[in-house]
């Protein structure tokens, strides 16, 4: 059942772009773009910081979330369950607290436009102008 | 110091949660735990399986036992600013001694002024292992519970003290590196189903350097552990009383002291994870300058396969002792009732010195399903090579005889851990 929702997910999705995730920050942040391993190492939990040393909030959705495992797969190539095992070994040691957690996409927008920290990852859209895209990221099952 | 650590922590601990009321302006909480429930069925009537030493009850001749591997850990941590966070981690689960103060495994501040910089005070996790972090945390870890050969003399859960950590990125690698300072006390309890029970009372120091790199994980843990308690007096003073007829028993005497000695981890872990194949490994060295806490080195090895959902994985390891089995033999030539006497003093002493030996190698196989989020049930088979004179990890069924031939145990585990 998982599956056929991350396929549809993954149908309704993809365009010709192959772009189909974004990764939002507040339109405020100085920064206008990051690579990938940045963003690699702000959602697992390696750095608490953008590359300018700012404080950064990673925003992450509900865990079962489809949008979710496809974001973390592309990202980073595991596996949700993978990611959430990693994710113990961090919050339970007390190293980072876990990223708050949403509901969908425009919870999420709506929580970066109010917070200069945040980052985080919505399917593609168009934004409204308090957020601004600092990378896009081709969807992998 | 020790108690004063000790007596600030639990201090520590109930401000932590005093203050995670909605007064307190700009704090933002985070509430997360663990459970595993486990059970676990041994073959072997006359060694029952424990988890680690600090259990006094475990599964024999084909007997089920769940309480060794089943717990429930409950955690909050509050953040005030990206500088300043708390945590406090309750676990319950079947101790020796099961108090509230035992239960507090983590209650830190944790100050970080750059990112990259992290400083700890409290009571937090003893990092001298590879999995010393999250041991309770069955969903983190690829097994039903971490390595017996090795992990069966992890005792030390947490310690009251401080922490500092800097992360170093290079290129694309992350190094890590940790300086820790406690005081930490464990129970161990003196045989199966026993109530009785010796306290160790410890100070640790050590450092941590660890380095990140694509699939690679490496690490190296060096860490001196104190003994402030004093153990083995009523023996030693025994053995005083009788030096006049036993000179010898003398040299044996400082085996027994406990006070102002230590003992040294040396520590290698190398892991590797590229998603499909995984593969985990770690060595430590046990030196140890009392007799009363066994020199060794131990050893696992796991490598695994994810397939989805399913992840199956073989796993093997060893214990050694580096010190040989002691024999003690009493003076001949005493009238009775003096040499018996002479003689149960001898065995006791025996016993003591030998008693904390571990030997044993280990090979098994097992299966992980992700069945649904955060939840994950495994099944385990392992088959346990223990020599008859190193059964520590284990505890004797009958206390009353020892263990005269090398031992084998099929131990069947199941879990289902999962994260909330």
């Known amino acids: 059942m998982r599956k056929l929702l991350l396929i549809l997910f993954a149908l309704t999705f993809s365009g010709p772009l192959q772009a189909e995730i974004l990764v939002i920050v507040n339109a405020s942040n100085s920064i206008t773009t990051l690579e990938q391993k940045q963003i690699v190492d702000l959602f697992m939990g390696r750095v608490s910081a953008f590359p300018n040393k700012q404080p950064a909030q990673p925003l992450d959705l509900k865990t079962g979330t489809p949008q979710r495992a496809i974001f973390y797969k592309s990202l980073t190539g595991k596996s949700e369950a993978q990611v959430d095992a990693y994710w113990a070994t961090l919050v339970f040691a007390g190293r980072m607290s876990p ?39 081709a969807a992998r099952q | 110091m020790h108690s004063v650590f000790r007596r600030y922590s639990s201090l520590l601990a109930c401000v932590l949660i005093a203050s995670s009321t909605p007064a307190v302006a700009e704090l933002e909480h985070r509430f997360s735990g663990f459970a595993t429930l486990g059970i676990a069925i041994n073959d072997n009537p006359d060694l029952a399986f424990r988890r680690d030493v600090t259990q006094n009850n475990g599964a024999y001749e084909n007997s089920a036992y769940w309480k060794n591997d089943s717990l429930i850990g409950v955690q909050w941590q509050g953040r005030w600013s990206p500088e300043w966070e708390a945590a406090v981690q309750l676990v319950a689960k079947d101790r020796f001694k099961n108090t509230l103060e035992n239960s507090i495994e983590w209650a830190f501040l944790r100050y970080r002024p750059v990112d990259g910089l992290d400083i700890r005070a409290g009571r937090m996790g003893a990092d001298v292992f590879m999995l010393s ?123 027994l002291e406990t006070t102002g000695k230590h003992f040294d981890y040396d520590q290698f872990g190398l892991s590797y994870d590229n998603n499909t194949w995984w593969m985990h490994s770690e060595y430590v060295r046990l030196a140890s300058n009392l007799g009363l806490i066994a020199d060794g080195e131990h050893f696992y090895a796991s490598l695994g396969r994810r397939f989805d959902d399913i992840s199956v994985y073989v796993i093997t390891g060893y214990a050694e002792p580096k010190n040989s089995v002691i024999s003690i033999s009493p003076p001949a030539g005493f009238p009775e009732p003096l040499a018996s006497q002479l003689n149960l003093l001898a065995n006791a002493t025996e016993r003591s010195l030998n008693g904390v030996r571990i030997k044993q190698k280990s090979y098994g196989v097992g299966t992980r399903w992700d069945f649904a989020s955060k939840m994950a049930i495994k099944l385990q088979v392992e088959r346990f090579d223990i020599d008859k004179t190193g059964t520590n990890l284990w505890l004797r069924t009958d206390p009353t005889t020892s263990i005269t031939e090398d031992q084998q145990a099929t131990l069947v585990s199941i879990a289902l851990d999962v994260l909330f």
Do not use: C
Request: glycine share 6%; aromatic share 14%; hydrophobic share 40%.
């Open chain 2, 133 to 255: 972090d999250y041991l309770q945390v069955g969903y983190a870890i690829p097994w039903v519970r971490p390595p017996h050969d090795y992990y069966g003399i992890a005792s030390l859960y947490h310690f009251d003290g401080a922490d500092i950590n800097k992360r170093f990125l290079l290129g694309d690698a992350t190094l890590n590196l940790k300086a820790f300072y406690g005081n930490s006390s464990e129970e161990y309890p003196l045989g199966f189903q026993s109530e009785r029970s010796t306290s160790f009372d410890f100070d640790v120091f050590g450092s941590t350097a660890s380095l990140e790199w694509s699939a690679w994980k490496m690490r190296y843990t060096y860490a001196r552990v104190s003994v402030n308690s004093d153990q083995g007096r009523a023996l030693r003073n025994a053995l005083q009383q009788v030096t006049p007829y036993w000179p010898d028993a003398a040299g044996v005497i400082p085996q």
């Open chain 1, 99 to 137: 990223p708050k957690q949403f509901t969908d996409d425009s919870a999420l927008i709506q929580a970066v436009a109010h917070e200069p920290a945040a980052i985080a990852y919505v399917s593609r859209q168009p934004l409204p102008k308090n957020v601004k895209v600092v990378m896009e990221l």
